[in-house]
């Protein structure tokens, strides 16, 4: 390239950049935690953006920031995209909570959304989050009846809430179709680490564990599991496909991209209001990848029917009668676990063996 | 054949040259890498470099260039001391994050009682904090002979598990509906390291970095103390016919690393981070190397490096969001960095000889 055709560009962008970019389009912006190349989590929140992009064509700008560190960075980060104008902020990660709050309030017109979290201290932060424990509940439905070593690994990653209500939801349904089922589970403290993912699905695998479930966003377990050979295991936060159909025999896919469409409309027609979204497979917030034919035929029937009945709301993925750990009672017969306990969730279901690392 | 060999007398301008050389560099190779990416280079070096100080919103990332850069000094000021006297401090990260955690531990332990002792008692705690956790490589060293390379870097990730411990369990906080993580303490004020002055970026770990780069100044080239850095770590035989006492240099200069990187954490933690989490550190212990180096481990020289990659990194977050360069080409343009000044060290200390060796 020409020296006099880099400064034409330079000066056309700055040119757009001025004028013609101006006040008419909506500018959306999103801070990830990860890279967009995760093939999870943050991977599934980019298709959310894609998403948003494809359904408002030239009315929308789109701008991204990957790898932000929670903290001060990213609270660095939301400011320069609220002072380049942005409208509305989607924050990613639970640990930007706090910053999320502290940058809402110097940008009372700037609309925030806060993936995961709780607080939503100025009217205009709104949280959201998706009701992964109901996909969990079908994972466990199917890896009860999966395993022959009666042996589950689970690979968890920071012993928060969101992770111990996976946890329950798949240890209840697992138990549900296999009395003798056990858990063992590894906490590998990171959402996206291959290496660590690996090392803990051969562990798993070496003591005895048929079926994998991860709470981690690399493919690195499923290649374990191919490795190993007879191992079942289940995409995380997208579908994996490529592990198909075995190791991989279904998978959670978090589907971002309705709500952030939503959202990003509401903001254009001037609609948008503090809420808390807490959505599941009815919503079409939780997708269930392919169950695969490595799966007995009666056993998807079952996984699907499951499926419809937690997307119509006729059953719960936590109805009693339960217990907790301790042995003392969480849910009497036919009692629902209400949203507050499940936020909070803290503590295993009867039945797992091992603490929650404190 | 090539060969290289020690030049007689390397050239004295040639070792300040060489960082603002590297950067020069690291801004044509950068750019062609843009270039290659599909973006306009010249546009994405100036987002890089000029948008933070000059541009539209330079009055909020002008402090955030001294929030970004003051852990960073802090840090390599006191790694510099160490690695001048070839006393390998690799595991700053580590203190970084046991200051972190000792300092908020002091000032939540007085929740919610308001006083204007506390901040003072969680300084002392950091400091105390990070110089006990370099204490550990020091003592080993002194004692048993071992690499402290290995020792301090292997403490990093004990640190880090004490941290995740430290989130999940004795500092989580009790109004956090069971999400790891400790209280917010910039929502404790006798706790929180606010900025001075409003807008300004200046909070109190600013101005600890500035004594701190005095002080070093002062210590290398005044003080006996200095001296003896600097003579063991151009000529350690000669270091010892003088008198110095290897040992206690060895425990001051990672104590005093230490002290510093724990500081670094403390006030990181009570002011722009301002809660212990899992994930609180993001690097400032390993940046900070570069830093040192960069900055020739000279105390003036790191101030400027540090705010150079301060600014790198606030640059290239603007780049990323504004003209939506990857992070990884980021990441790629600062490991040029390093990578250009210790190539051009290696060309002032040594020279490329072509052809086959001479027999001696």
């Avoid at chain 1, 020409?2 to 006040?23: C, D, E, I, R």
């Avoid at chain 2, 000059?54 to 852990?71: D, H, N, S, T, V």
């Avoid at chain 2, 105390?299 to 603007?318: K, Q």
């Amino acid at each position: 390239m020409k020296l006099t055709t880099l400064l034409a560009s330079a000066a056309l962008a700055l040119g757009l950049a001025g004028g013609a970019m101006a006040q008419d389009k909506t500018k959306v912006g999103f801070v990830y935690v990860g890279p967009v190349g995760d093939g999870g989590w943050t991977y599934e929140h980019d298709q959310g953006r894609l998403a948003v992009e494809a359904e408002f064509g030239d009315q929308v700008e789109t701008v991204f920031v990957e790898n932000v560190a929670e903290g001060p960075d990213s609270e660095r980060v939301m400011t320069q995209m609220a002072l380049d104008g942005a409208d509305l902020i989607f924050t990613t990660s639970f640990g930007y909570m706090d910053p999320t709050n502290n940058v809402a309030a110097k940008f009372p017109d700037v609309k925030f959304e806060h993936a995961t979290g709780y607080k939503r201290l100025h009217p205009n932060v709104s949280t959201y989050s998706a009701r992964f424990y109901e996909g969990r509940a079908i994972q466990g439905h199917i890896a009860g009846n999966m395993t022959k070593s009666n042996i589950i690994g689970y690979i968890g990653s920071f012993p928060i809430p969101e992770v111990i209500r996976g946890i329950n939801s798949a240890y209840v349904h697992a138990k549900k179709v296999n009395p003798d089922v056990e858990f063992k589970i590894i906490w590998v403290y990171t959402w996206f680490d291959p290496a660590k993912e690996a090392d803990a699905a051969k562990t798993l695998i070496d003591q005895g564990a048929d079926v994998v479930l991860q709470h981690t966003d690399s493919t690195a377990p499923q290649a374990a599991a191919q490795e190993a050979g007879g191992v079942v295991t289940f995409g995380q936060a997208s579908d994996m496909g490529q592990y198909a159909p075995f190791p991989r025999v279904s998978s959670i896919i978090d589907d971002w991209a309705p709500y952030y469409i939503a959202r990003t409309r509401a903001v254009m027609e001037g609609t948008w209001e503090s809420q808390d979204t807490w959505d599941g497979i009815g919503a079409g917030m939780v997708g269930i990848g392919e169950i695969t034919d490595a799966v007995p035929a009666d056993v998807r029937e079952e996984a699907l029917a499951l499926k419809a009945a937690l997307a119509d709301g006729s059953y719960h993925a936590f109805t009693g009668p339960l217990n907790k750990q301790d042995g003392s009672p969480f849910l009497a017969d036919g009692e629902t676990a209400d949203d507050g306990t499940l936020a909070g969730m803290n503590f295993y279901v009867e039945g797992i063996e091992g603490d929650i690392p404190q | 054949m090539i060969r290289i060999e020690a030049r007689p007398q390397p050239s004295a301008v040639m070792a300040y040259a060489t960082p603002v050389l590297a950067v020069v560099l690291t801004m044509i190779f950068g750019g062609a890498l843009f270039a290659v990416l599909g973006k306009d280079p010249f546009e994405a070096i100036a987002t890089i470099f000029w948008e933070p100080i000059f541009g539209e919103f330079a009055f909020f990332y002008r402090p955030q260039l001294l929030i970004k850069g003051a852990p960073l000094v802090l840090i390599a000021i006191g790694l510099a001391l160490g690695f001048r006297a070839g006393i390998w401090n690799i595991g700053a990260e580590g203190q970084y994050i046991v200051g972190a955690i000792c300092g908020a531990g002091a000032g939540l332990a007085f929740y919610p009682t308001e006083s204007v002792l506390i901040f003072p008692l969680m300084v002392l705690a950091g400091a105390l904090g990070g110089w006990a956790w370099a204490m550990i490589p020091g003592v080993l060293k002194v004692k048993f002979g071992t690499n402290e390379i290995l020792v301090s870097l292997m403490l990093v990730y004990v640190a880090e598990q004490l941290l995740a411990s430290m989130s999940l369990g004795l500092l989580k906080n009790p109004e956090g509906f069971g999400f790891p993580g400790s209280r917010n303490l910039q929502q404790y004020p006798s706790a929180h390291n606010a900025e001075i002055i409003a807008g300004t970026g200046m909070h109190w770990g600013v101005v600890a970095a500035l004594i701190a780069v005095i002080f070093a100044y002062v210590l290398l080239t005044r003080h006996r103390l200095g001296f003896a850095i600097r003579v063991t770590g151009e000529a350690p035989r000669a270091a010892k016919f003088g008198g110095v006492n290897p040992g206690r240099l060895v425990l001051f200069c990672l104590g005093m690393s230490g002290l510093l990187a724990g500081l670094a954490g403390m006030f990181e933690v009570a002011g722009p981070a301002g809660q212990i989490s899992i994930d609180f550190n993001v690097g400032y212990g390993f940046t900070a190397i570069i830093v040192a180096f960069l900055g020739r481990l000279n105390p003036l020289g790191i101030v400027a490096a540090g705010l150079l990659m301060a600014l790198t990194y606030i640059g290239g977050d603007i780049a990323q969001s504004q003209l939506g360069l990857p992070a990884a080409a980021i990441q790629v343009f600062q490991g040029m960095l390093l990578f250009f000044l210790l190539a051009l060290d290696v060309l002032t200390n040594y020279r490329v000889r072509f052809g086959a060796a001479e027999v001696a």
